[in-house]
């Protein structure tokens, strides 16, 4: 059983491009987080995401960023016009059912570089 | 305003010796609190999940306490290896499905 599964693990995108970050969760999961680490900072909640749902993006940017979970298919988190603020790590946990109050598993992260 | 905060951006400790890292929180009454390990470039991983209702949990060289009157949780390896040389974070539950992080603490063992 693979463990979450995100690609690509580095991403380079020059200022203006668009982003895209897909995440397989683990099998049987069907919801999905999203969150985002600066250098030298927390992981910050992005997106909470089940099948063909939002749930909850109260941390999402208002501007530029977007996020789905299809049916089939890995979660995608779309960053439109990348700025370099956008740089940074990106990771996604996956969960069977709502919550993450067992055991949690994050992916490897995609590194995102805004040149 | 609602706030995580670990001890110290970075703790030395020397090899075997028991390595202590505090999260405390406010304006929050989590159900549940995790403590997470992340090495440089990696994802975190999962260690321990401790519930409202206890007081404290192991695992092999771990235990993690979770106080809900002093709304702090600490965090313990016992017996400390180089190996253990991480970024430790502790992530709550916000009572609608999702978790929030410190910002971690650095630790390095040292030999």
């Known amino acids: 059983n693979a463990g979450v599964m995100q690609n690509p693990r580095h991403l380079v995108r020059r200022r203006g491009q668009e982003a895209r970050l897909r995440c397989s969760p683990m099998?049987?999961?069907?919801?999905v987080y999203w969150y985002r680490q600066l250098p030298e900072e927390g992981l910050k909640f992005m997106v909470y995401?089940?099948?063909?749902?939002?749930?909850?993006e109260s941390g999402m940017p208002k501007e530029r960023f977007s996020a789905e979970f299809p049916k089939e298919g890995p979660s995608i988190l779309r960053i439109q016009q990348v700025v370099r603020g956008d740089s940074a790590a990106y990771f996604c946990?996956?969960?069977?059912?709502?919550?993450?109050?067992?055991?949690?598993?994050f992916g490897q992260g995609t590194r995102l570089t805004v040149v | 305003s609602q706030k995580i905060e670990q001890n110290s951006e970075a703790l030395n400790i020397q090899e075997g010796k028991t390595a202590t890292l505090t999260c405390n929180y406010t304006?929050?009454?989590?159900?549940?609190l995790q403590w997470y390990r992340q090495d440089p470039g990696r994802g975190p991983v999962f260690l321990l999940l401790?519930?409202?209702?206890?007081k404290e949990k192991r695992k092999e060289r771990l235990k993690v306490t979770f106080d809900t009157t002093l709304k702090q949780s600490l965090f313990h390896i016992t017996a400390s290896q180089p190996a253990d040389s991480a970024t430790y974070l502790c992530?709550?539950?916000?009572?609608?499905?999702?978790?929030?992080f410190g910002k971690g603490t650095r630790l390095h063992i040292l030999p």
């Open positions: 995401l089940q099948k063909e749902n939002i749930i909850d």
């Open positions: 099998k049987g999961h069907s919801h």
């Open positions: 304006n929050y009454s989590p159900a549940y």
């Open positions: 992530a709550l539950d916000t009572g609608d499905d999702k978790i929030i």
């Open positions: 946990a996956s969960s069977p059912g709502g919550g993450l109050d067992t055991e949690a598993f």
């Open positions: 401790i519930r409202e209702n206890e």
